[in-house]
């Protein structure tokens, strides 16, 4: 799939989302959410901030009537991130195969992270397959470094990496993750619609 024509939009995730956003997790992933996870972080749970990422028909997205419509955009990805205290954990990442390689995924984190540093984290986590040299390269970008392993934290057995990225300390880091962040919703062309007040 290629990005040529496509329009994107960042908006937080609704309830509406959740079967889509399941039905992603599930293809995704090899231990998938149920859906009663994701119906107690966006109903039940305040200091969760959850994204999804769509794609626009571009046919249809000439209108601002159309542009409004429900049934013209596609689910590519999503993020998810809470916050507990002055800790941003990102608890999900996920760009649909097809898709990828195009700096969604980036974008998403990005999101997330900003999100984090919005709401006062001092620093950001998040478990991550020690498989996952993609991920893991991605988070790599962003400082995030190793801070534990945890033995067996998956279903199947496998370990987690605890990766840890500090923004208290590292200044620069939040001005990296701003910067970027605006240069790819930009050469990306997305639109950011904010959580309402
Ligand atoms: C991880 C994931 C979200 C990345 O999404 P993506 O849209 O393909 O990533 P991007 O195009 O934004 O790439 C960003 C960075 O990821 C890394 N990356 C992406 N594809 C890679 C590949 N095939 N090999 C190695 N690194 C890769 C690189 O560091 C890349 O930065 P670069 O372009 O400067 O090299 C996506 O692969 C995914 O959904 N994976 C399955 C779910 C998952 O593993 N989630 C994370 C759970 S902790």
Redesign the pocket.
């Known amino acids: 799939m290629s990005r040529r024509d496509s329009t994107f939009r960042i908006r937080p995730m609704e309830g509406r989302d959740i079967p889509a956003v399941v039905s992603l997790d599930r293809r995704?992933?090899r231990d998938p959410w149920p859906e009663s996870a994701y119906v107690q972080e966006i109903y039940f749970n305040p200091d969760a901030h959850y994204f999804v990422l769509e794609l626009l028909d571009p046919t249809q997205v000439r209108t601002w009537h159309a542009h409004r419509r429900r049934q013209s955009a596609r689910l590519l990805?999503f993020v998810g991130m809470r916050v507990e205290g002055t800790r941003g954990h990102i608890s999900?990442?996920?760009?649909r195969?097809e898709?990828?390689?195009?700096?969604?995924?980036?974008?998403?984190?990005l999101i997330a992270i900003d999100e984090a540093i919005k709401h006062g984290a001092h620093l950001v986590g998040?478990?991550?397959?020690v498989s996952?040299?993609?991920?893991q390269?991605?988070y790599?970008?962003y400082d995030f470094e190793t801070h534990t392993r945890l033995h067996k934290y998956y279903a199947d057995g496998e370990d987690a990496l605890y990766l840890q990225a500090r923004l208290n300390t590292d200044k620069q880091l939040c001005s990296r993750v701003r910067e970027r962040l605006a240069t790819l919703i930009e050469a990306l062309q997305v639109s950011c619609v904010q959580r309402e007040a």
């Open positions: 995704i992933f990805g999900t990442l996920a760009v195969p898709w990828r390689g195009q700096d969604l995924g980036e974008t998403l984190l998040l478990e991550v397959r996952n040299t993609v991920a390269s991605l790599a970008k």
